[in-house]
């Protein structure tokens, strides 16, 4: 294993540091005193590499990224995993704004909470299917216009599971609520249902990688029933116009 | 049409005009006496038309070799003095007198013309970073702000003398005789109106850049908008003051060399830029080419740029207009006609023409007569 | 006298090894032997000739020109009676010929069976295989007046006799062998089709049937009897049960027969220098991927042509055919393909569409098309060949195979490709 | 000039208008012109074009004027013959007798029957006396074009 | 189901005496106007379902097809004009957004028809661009204000590592943002291959990059817009450079979407969604709500191509523009394209389409001025779009300080477009917007090519005749050269706001 310490470093530096020990062979590699540095990981195609953050990555953490695990030690700030296409993004903290905007693929997991607009256009494609798990909770705008993927959201340490306006626009993939389904404004475009046994199936892998990463109960979570929330239709917006 | 009509179309509106240009220049920087330039720009009468003329002289004032020394002209009572007051709180007034003149009947509108050699006060005040820059500034500023003056010539040990009228009445009127220097340039104007106005005749000049321009640049408007980009005011109308611009901007502040001066203001076609097979050169060709794109200089043009230590002949890049060139012993002349030449030099070594874009460049001997000569290369 | 290239026969083999031949070799001597007395013509014509379609002018299928341009010396009249393998030499009834290389483009003999009251000299008795045997039966249709024949085999030959004959107004007794006409080529659904054609114009058609005595009068034929006893009052009989190859000059010289001389892929005989083409070479069948006799013009065609090739030096492989039929009765065309009958089910599917006035048929053999009969509406059917030809799979279009419009459209799209841009379109 | 030697098909861009079949039959009739000739239903051709259409796919399809063309074998007649000067494969009606062999062994299926005279075969001649095939020059989408002996695309230009 | 109260845009005039009955416009027709009449068996045409694209007309062997406006009118009413009082029975009938196609198609005054160029006489000679070059390279992306000869050393890598940031266009023309989606992707193709020829740059809009396109990849802006479809460090890596899409001219402020049923196996292909599937873009970009967030987009696109390719930031033209540019380039862009209010669209809301956003002519002079003012012209170049017509227009704009234009409907034009504005139907006749197999085929791509390379030379020619008329021989020398500009007919503010005199003043 590799160390860099970032103390001071600016991001593009920091990136071409990483990206040369990838490209010689490192398998993983440790980054200590992250502050701010952007864009750690952009466009990474490195399909075995993992990263280990200590600090607090910048803004747009694993953008465009196509197949590396990034684990940070610390909270995240904005755009965490946007426009992501494959790999894996594990927070153990929590995350600002935007988290997953336009994912495509790949998997972030979140211990703690999300902050506005996370999920954000959301969409699969073929075997690509963006999964966000999150341990807590997530603020207003939660899978707004989602076209795809799923969203686990966990609530785990209390608060409101989700603001208001969650799946606004939503025509596509599932956001799965753990707990009764909150007093909040809910976009139209969406219906919420219990769970089937398969659902519980399709989400069973992904809340045990959670339980694992952040050393939580995979019981404690079950003891709780789910709920998922569902676009009612794939074409939201195809009767308001006049042809 | 009133003075001042004139001269305010002379000050507003940009005047196409032909010309008649020649320069001489010794490499070894030995004075001679301006009579030869005189008779060399009269020779070629026929391509002006009365409506403008002037010299340009280098080494003129060895007195004063370390002064700058700015020639004023002043149109309007009173602005004397307003651009005194200006001038005295910046720089230390070495000297100062009026051009001494001669009187020629048929010369009118004559301003009152006067000489200052100064020194500068307070150098590097207003964050300018040289003391060219400050000279710049200080004549954008009389030639934008005070409207009854105007500053024609700013260098250091050279002068310019500039009037309407033909070439021989303007020497005649200015002594040009009387004064030696080692680079002489002149100008012979051919305007397509009447103007009145002394300030609008060449050689146009700014620091001891001086140049004399015959053709026409369409590209003016957007080689215009670039230098009020670089902080050059454009209060002349003149392709040529344009000119002389580019070559403070590119050869003293980005201080290109010649040659790759005139890769910029007459660029080579991409076809012959293609053509190159000196790939580093052909690089920087392009280069140039593409971060000075607004700086070319398109259209039909033949120009003698001097400063203290260089003199340049230029065509354009297609050669749209005559230039000529010939040297003998240490002389070097550049003209519009032959003839010019012939009438000073009969037997030159060797006579030439310049290749469209391909500059004369003829680079001074440095000579512990007349101080330091800058390069600017 | 002696020759490069020596040829047997002088129809469409023999002429397309002429072709073959001069697409090599500019120069080489070529000399043709032809047991008959006429420059060219073709064959197949002798029904359109015999119902007066054509005129005897228009019988060839080559002009004078061919064999001048391509310097053929053509020897007419001359039986061949032997070869000398050894020497490189033909013996013919009019002197021996030495060749390098060796045709035999021989064709076919009327076969010609044993029936009580036959014999050579009785009038009014007629094959119909050959240009001078229809130019007699046409005279004599004409100057006996002849209004009823009675022909003797149901198949293509005596069918094409029936369609010259009718446009004589003759009524016309037709006797098959076999339980239906074209028995060869068609399946019983299509040859009752062709019964009902042929009986709306006034023939009389005999199945399972032959003819047991040939009466004569005046060494004239007055009457025939047949098996069923059925006996016909006529002044013509057209014995028409098929052909064999003429390969009587062969025996004995060592080149191998079976019921036609074997050939290679190359179009050659057991013997290196010695090719046989057409209707007297047995080559490849594609369907059956046996060797068997196609006496048919396109096969000869073919054969005639690459044998050329070879001789000349060249490389021409034969892929093999498959019987094929084109043939148009009473204004009813049929053509058909490969295996059109077939009694084991289990192997074979069958798609058939009939509507009254048309008739399809494919039969499929593991997803290939093996046999296919057209009647009524032949156009297009080629592309049927192509798909028999080439081996296509029809799975995935096997619906589409009946219906009206199967065009190429509706084939996979690699071959439909082929076929039309492919360099190689030839198919 | 470069004489055509087929017509290529880029079945992806016919547009299924059909007007192939209109020119190829106004090109071959005596009348010439479109409007007269269909009005007066003087049509004295048929189009030697096969078009074929199923869902958004369709076609035209003419003589391929195959190099080793299996008509030519088949034509009991010498009716079928290629042209020495351009190597197309022709069409002599006057020897035709309507045996139906070239039907039987075209594989595009291009050798049609003629309505007119019903014991002749026709078929795409390439417009023979004209420098471009009517079909060809009027398609609105070069969906069918000529190639040369060497395959080579031949355009007015 | 009442009758609808709406009348046809069009009439359809068939001269029975020149129709043969080929039935080649019903075949055709995709909006099934043309029908063939069994009881009469003529052929007769349902007006109400004609679109004017003329596609049959065109087609018609006989010239019997003639299309009109329909000539009903409504009584003459300066306000109440006949397009509002059925604009209203439209909605009155559907209640929904009325949807329109193009660019926007209001007379308000076009600027282009009010400039005049010059050219030298006497004092300058004109040039012949016959005999003479003529320049019109151009290079887009960011340049440095000074070359310094000491900073640079006479090394050459400084220089690469600028010009290599550079996108370098034979003609200063560029294919603006269609994506296939939009557009059919034989459509792209052409647009592609004739961009690929010609020595230009096309622009993919957001739809992906399409296998079948890879080998124009080189020539290729790809797009980043808010759906971010087919967005991915593959698609950043392949393009020549990367359009970060915010705003377009004609539904500035507007997201976009394309309705499912159009999402076919090929276009879920290159935007990387399911079959089906809306293809949703919001209106803005959901990690981009302030200045700092564009740049935040940027750099992240320039990391994931470490820093080798030109990125750009497409704006519509709006009132703040000049500011707003500015801001652009401080935000690192290497080029900014501006969209007039006249840019076309796929489908946008009428009411959207004709009132918002300003023309391209007054946003390339006020933005080129405010960048010069601020000293930061030099590092950045601006691409204007929105309705080029003639190669004149395309001068103006440069001559206003544009680097370069995007043609997006000229190009279509090109391709067949006869504007009839309904893209947004999918049923496009020429085989341009739509997607259905049946007319797609109907733009062949090899021809289409030709035709749009055509179109360039065409112009291209054009643009060297006007330059060399105005004694100049490098596109350089015009950009911005507003000298050679002059208003006519424009009010004083006008012809400030434009840095242009007017007609009849000299130098």
């Not at chain 2, 004397?80 to 009947?105: G, H």
């Not at chain 3, 296509?392 to 082929?418: C, Q």
């Not at chain 5, 790809?222 to 899409?245: P, T």
């Amino acid at each position: 294993m590799v160390e860099i310490d970032a103390g001071g470093m600016y991001y593009r530096l920091l990136n071409e540091k990483i990206k040369a020990l990838a490209r010689s062979g490192c398998k993983e590699i440790t980054v200590r005193n992250v502050c701010g540095q952007r864009y750690i990981g952009a466009g990474f195609d490195f399909k075995d590499l993992r990263i280990n953050l200590y600090g607090t990555p910048g803004n747009d953490l694993g953008v465009f990224i196509n197949g590396t695990e990034i684990l940070v030690n610390g909270n995240v700030q904005d755009g965490t995993g946007n426009t992501m296409n494959s790999g894996r993004i594990v927070v153990y903290g929590d995350a600002g704004d935007i988290t997953g905007h336009s994912m495509r693929g790949g998997e972030i997991f979140i211990k703690g909470n999300v902050g506005y607009r996370t999920g954000i256009h959301m969409k699969e494609y073929k075997d690509m299917r963006p999964v966000m798990v999150i341990g807590g909770t997530a603020g207003e705008f939660l899978g707004e216009y989602m076209a795809g993927g799923m969203i686990i959201i966990l609530g785990l340490n209390g608060g409101n599971l989700i603001g208001n306006y969650a799946g606004t626009g939503m025509h596509g993939g599932t956001i799965y609520i753990r707990g009764k389904t909150p007093d909040v404004i809910f976009g139209k475009e969406i219906k919420i249902f219990d769970l089937e046994e398969k659902d519980y199936k399709t989400i069973m892998p992904y809340l045990e990688r959670f339980a694992n990463y952040f050393d939580c109960s995979l019981e404690k979570i079950y003891e709780t029933k789910f709920r998922k929330i569902v676009p009612v239709t794939h074409r939201p917006y195809g009767k308001i116009y006049s042809y | 049409m009133e003075y001042e009509q004139l001269k305010l179309i002379e000050k507003s509106v940009k005047i196409p005009s032909g010309c008649g240009v020649a320069g001489i220049v010794n490499k070894n920087a030995n004075r001679f006496s301006g009579e030869m330039i005189v008779s060399s720009i009269c020779m070629m009468k026929d391509r002006g038309n009365g409506l403008g003329a002037g010299y340009a002289g280098y080494g003129i004032y060895p007195e004063f070799s370390d002064k700058w020394c700015l020639h004023v002209m002043y149109d309007k009572t009173g602005e004397k003095e307003k651009v005194e007051e200006f001038l005295e709180a910046r720089f230390n007034i070495v000297e100062q007198e009026p051009i001494p003149v001669r009187k020629v009947k048929s010369l009118s509108f004559i301003p009152v013309l006067h000489r200052y050699f100064l020194d500068i006060k307070n150098k590097f005040s207003d964050n300018l970073t040289s003391e060219e820059d400050f000279i710049l500034e200080t004549v954008m500023k009389i030639n934008r702000n005070f409207d009854g003056a105007c500053v024609f010539s700013s260098g250091k040990n050279m002068g310019i003398f500039k009037g309407v009228g033909h070439p021989d009445e303007i020497a005649e009127f200015y002594n040009i005789h009387n004064y030696k220097g080692y680079t002489w340039i002149a100008h012979n104007r051919f305007p397509t109106n009447t103007v009145g106005w002394w300030g609008g005749a060449h050689p146009f000049g700014i620091l001891d850049w001086a140049c004399v321009h015959n053709g026409e640049i369409s590209s003016y408007g957007i080689n215009r908008r670039y230098l009020e980009n670089a902080g050059y005011y454009c209060t002349f109308y003149t392709d040529t003051e344009v000119i002389t611009y580019l070559f403070d901007l590119l050869c003293r502040r980005h201080k290109l060399n010649f040659e790759m001066c005139s890769y910029v203001l007459a660029s080579p076609f991409w076809e012959e830029i293609e053509r190159e097979t000196d790939v580093k050169k052909k690089k920087l060709m392009k280069f140039l080419r593409i971060i000075y794109a607004s700086a070319m200089l398109n259209g039909p043009f033949a120009i003698i740029v001097a400063n203290s230590s260089v003199l340049i002949g230029m065509n354009d890049r297609l050669k749209l207009r005559p230039l000529v060139a010939a040297s003998k012993d240490d002389f070097v002349f550049v003209a519009s006609e032959e003839s010019a030449i012939r009438k000073i030099c009969p037997h030159p070594e060797r006579v030439w023409m310049p290749e469209a874009g391909k500059p004369i460049i003829v680079h001074l001997q440095e000579n512990k007569n007349y101080g330091e000569i800058k390069k600017y290369k | 006298m002696e020759t490069k290239y020596l040829i047997i026969g002088n129809s469409i083999a023999g002429v397309s090894c002429i072709e073959g031949i001069r697409s090599i070799d500019n120069v080489g001597k070529i000399v043709v032997v032809s047991k008959e007395d006429i420059q060219n013509y073709s064959r197949p014509l002798i029904s359109y000739y015999l119902a007066g379609k054509i005129s005897e002018n228009s019988m060839a299928f080559r002009s004078a020109e061919f064999y001048k341009e391509n310097s053929i010396e053509l020897i007419l009249n001359v039986t061949a009676l032997s070869i000398d393998t050894k020497n490189n030499t033909l013996i013919t009834n009019t002197g021996n010929i030495r060749f390098e290389k060796l045709l035999i483009a021989s064709g076919g003999s009327p076969i010609v069976p044993n029936i009580q009251g036959y014999s050579k000299d009785i009038q009014g008795i007629f094959t119909f295989t050959s240009f001078s045997e229809a130019k007699k039966l046409k005279k004599y249709v004409e100057e006996e007046k002849i209004d009823n024949a009675v022909i003797l085999g149901g198949g293509l030959i005596g069918l094409k006799c029936a369609e010259g004959l009718l446009e004589h107004n003759i009524k016309i007794h037709m006797v098959e062998l076999s339980d239906r006409l074209l028995s060869s080529t068609l399946d019983k659904d299509a040859s009752n089709f062709i019964e009902t054609v042929l009986m709306e114009k006034g023939c009389v058609v005999y199945k399972n049937d032959t003819i047991e005595n040939i009466y004569s009068e005046n060494n004239k034929i007055s009457k025939v009897k047949l098996k069923s006893g059925k006996e016909i009052e006529t002044k013509l009989l057209v014995i028409a049960v098929g052909v064999k190859p003429e390969t009587s000059f062969v025996k004995d010289t060592g080149i191998q027969c079976n019921r036609g001389i074997l050939v290679d892929q190359f179009m050659k005989t057991n013997i290196s220098n010695i090719f046989a083409a057409g209707d007297v070479a047995e080559g490849k069948n594609l369907i059956t991927e046996k060797s068997s006799l196609i006496a048919i013009w396109p096969v000869a065609a073919r054969q005639g042509k690459i044998a050329g090739i070879n001789m000349a030096g060249g490389s021409a492989v034969y892929e093999g055919m498959f019987p094929m039929n084109a043939v148009e009765i009473a204004g009813v065309p049929v053509i058909s393909f490969g295996i059109t009958a077939v009694d084991n089910l289990e192997n074979y599917e069958i798609l058939k569409k009939s509507d009254g006035k048309t008739y399809k048929k494919i039969v499929l053999h593991n997803n290939k098309i093996v046999g296919s009969i057209f009647l009524g509406k032949i156009e297009r059917s080629g592309i049927y060949a192509g798909l028999i030809k080439n081996q296509i799979n029809v799975a995935e279009f096997k619906s589409f195979l009946l219906e009206e419009d199967f065009g190429l459209l509706i084939l996979p799209e690699k071959y439909r490709k082929h076929i039309v841009v492919g360099d190689g379109i030839e198919v | 000039m470069v004489k055509p030697k087929r017509i290529i098909i880029k079945e992806e861009y016919c547009i299924g208008c059909r007007l192939c079949e209109i020119y190829c039959v106004t090109k071959h009739s005596c009348a010439k012109e479109i409007i007269k000739m269909y009005k007066e239903k003087k049509i004295a051709s048929e189009s030697g074009i096969c078009f074929e259409e199923k869902g958004s796919i369709s076609f035209a399809i003419q003589c391929r004027h195959c190099d080793d063309a299996p008509c030519l074998e088949a034509c009991i007649t010498g009716a079928m013959f290629r042209d020495k000067d351009t190597g197309r494969v022709l069409h002599n009606k006057e020897k035709c007798v309507g045996c139906w062999m070239c039907v039987m062994v075209c594989p595009v299926g291009v050798v049609k029957i003629s309505q007119s005279e019903k014991r002749v075969a026709s078929k795409c001649d390439l417009c023979i006396d004209r420098e471009f095939p009517a079909c060809v020059e009027n398609c609105p989408n070069e969906a069918i074009y000529v190639v040369d002996y060497e395959g080579k695309k031949i355009t007015k230009e | 189901m009442a009758k609808s109260k709406n009348i046809s845009d069009f009439v359809i005039e068939r001269d029975q005496n020149r129709c043969i009955k080929c039935h080649a416009c019903v075949r055709v027709c995709a909006n099934d106007v043309h029908f063939k009449d069994d009881a009469t068996s003529e052929v007769a045409s349902d007006d109400s379902k004609c679109v004017g694209c003329h596609f049959c007309e065109d087609l018609c062997p006989t010239g019997a097809l003639v299309i009109r406006k329909n000539p009903s009118e409504t009584r003459e009413n300066a306000h109440w004009k006949k397009e509002y009082i059925y604009r209203i029975v439209r909605q009155a009938e559907t209640g929904g957004i009325v949807l329109t196609g193009m660019g926007c198609d209001r007379p308000y005054k076009n600027y282009f028809d009010h400039i005049l160029l010059n050219a030298a006489q006497v004092t300058n000679p004109s040039i012949d661009p016959l005999r003479e070059p003529m320049e019109l390279k151009t290079f887009i992306g960011r340049k440095i204000d000074a070359v310094n000869l000491d900073d640079l050393n006479w090394k050459t890598t400084s220089i690469d590592e600028i010009m290599s940031g550079l996108l370098e266009l034979e003609v200063p023309i560029m294919f603006s943002a269609m994506s296939f989606g939009s557009i059919s992707l034989n459509a792209c193709k052409a647009i592609a291959e004739a961009a690929k020829l010609c020595g230009t740059y096309w622009n993919t809009g957001e739809g992906g990059l399409h296998q079948s396109l890879y080998p124009y990849a080189d020539r290729a802006i790809v797009q980043i817009a808010s759906g971010r479809f087919g967005v991915s460090s593959e698609y950043l890596s392949r393009a020549a450079a990367v359009e970060i899409k915010i705003g377009q001219g004609a539904k500035p402020g507007i997201g976009g979407h394309l309705p499912g049923e159009k999402v076919s196996q090929e276009i879920s292909l290159t935007r990387m969604i399911p079959q089906g599937s809306d293809a949703i873009s919001p209106a803005p970009h959901h990690d981009i709500y302030s200045i700092e967030d564009l740049r935040q987009l940027i750099f992240a696109i320039k990391e994931t191509v470490d820093y080798k390719k030109p990125v750009g930031v497409k704006i519509a033209a709006v009132h703040n523009v000049a500011p707003i540019a500015s801001g652009i380039v401080r935000a690192g862009a290497d080029f900014i394209t501006i969209d007039g209010v006249r840019g076309g669209t796929g489908a946008a809301p009428v009411v959207i389409r004709d009132n918002v956003g300003i023309p391209i002519e007054i946003a390339i002079a006020v933005v080129d001025q405010r960048l010069r003012d601020e000293g930061i012209r030099n590092q950045i170049s601006i691409v204007a779009a929105g309705g080029f017509r003639t190669s004149s227009d395309i001068i103006k704009a440069i001559t206003l300080g544009a680097d370069a234009v995007y043609i997006g409907t000229s190009a279509l034009i090109a391709l067949g477009c006869h504007v009839c504005q309904k893209c947004y139907t999918g049923k496009c006749n020429w085989g341009i917007a739509t997607q259905d197999p049946y007319l797609t085929r109907r733009l062949n791509p090899e021809i289409g090519t030709k035709r749009l390379c055509n179109l360039l030379r065409a112009w291209s020619l054009e643009m060297k005749e006007m330059l060399g008329g105005m004694g100049i021989n490098a596109i350089e020398s015009l950009r911005g050269n507003r000298e050679q500009l002059r208003g006519i007919d424009l009010s004083e503010i006008e012809l400030k706001i434009l840095g242009i005199k007017h007609a009849g003043e000299s130098w």
